[in-house]
């Protein structure tokens, strides 16, 4: 494997990605495979935080279109990447790499609360650090999270995992016709409504100059192949 092109980066998981196509909670062998990957990953010493969804629990707009107040069905969401990330914790170690969550919400009998200082400790003593609870305030998303603490922990990146490899002009699951990109602009990006990431999260990463790399997670070693630069990827910068 050729040298990684990143010391530092930020690797998105949505929470739908845990369940292994049920939609919904946690599917043990495609956690494990995802832990796998990341260990792997580490393992090249690139330091990696992994900000974890909860969209496989809980999503607050799903649940307070029910009638739950928007900030308590927030809260939840941000509970269930906490299970996420606890769940993916303990994968990442059993896969043979030390890993450590850090909550945005304080909850130290669960894990501890996340700081900057704390995570880049974590990171710099070759930790896999998870990034639970997103931001720790309602009305943002996991997107939004991982832009923030790549821009705030001085990551190079954010890598975007998706079910597709990379960023297309309209879904190549539904429209054969899709044009894929291999390199955009942020300006570009946003130019032709292209939907990389949220409009917050997309703002913050061109605003911090941050590049997005949106690649697929269904290939085994993705984010290996990614850091090493030969993954199939759409690079967003
Ligand atoms: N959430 C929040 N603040 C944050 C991050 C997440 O309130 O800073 C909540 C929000 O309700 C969101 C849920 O947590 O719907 C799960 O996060 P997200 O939807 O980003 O997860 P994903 O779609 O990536 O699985």
Redesign the pocket.
């Known amino acids: 494997m050729s040298k990684p092109r990143y010391r530092r980066v930020i690797v998105k998981l ?3 990605a845990l369940s292994g196509g049920n939609g919904f909670g946690i599917d043990q062998g495609t956690l494990d495979r995802l832990a796998d990957d990341i260990a792997a990953a580490a393992k090249l010493g690139v330091e990696l935080g992994v900000v974890v ?4 629990i ?4 799903e649940v307070s279109e029910k009638g739950v107040s928007r900030p308590v ?6 509970l ?2 906490v299970m996420n990330c606890l769940a993916l914790e303990e994968a990442v170690e059993r896969a043979g790499a030390p890993a450590r969550t850090l909550s945005a919400l304080a909850m130290p009998a669960v894990c501890e609360t996340y700081n900057r200082k704390r995570a880049l400790k974590n990171l710099g003593k070759g930790r896999v650090v998870l990034l639970a609870a ?12 991982a832009v923030l603490r790549a821009a705030e922990l001085g990551a190079k990146a954010v890598l975007k995992a998706t079910n597709v490899d990379g960023v297309y002009n309209a879904d190549p699951r539904k429209d054969p016709k899709a044009k894929r990109y291999d390199k955009l602009t942020h300006r570009e990006a946003i130019e032709q409504d292209l939907r990389v990431m949220d409009a917050t999260a997309f703002a913050l990463a061109r605003e911090n100059h941050m590049p997005i790399i949106v690649f697929s997670i269904a290939e085994k070693g993705a984010i290996a192949a990614v850091l090493s630069g030969k993954g199939r990827a759409t690079f967003v910068g």
């Open positions: 949505s929470g739908e969804g909860g969209g496989n809980f999503r607050g707009v069905g927030d809260s939840m969401g941000m269930a990447t997103g931001t720790g305030n309602p009305f943002f998303t996991t997107d939004t999270t």
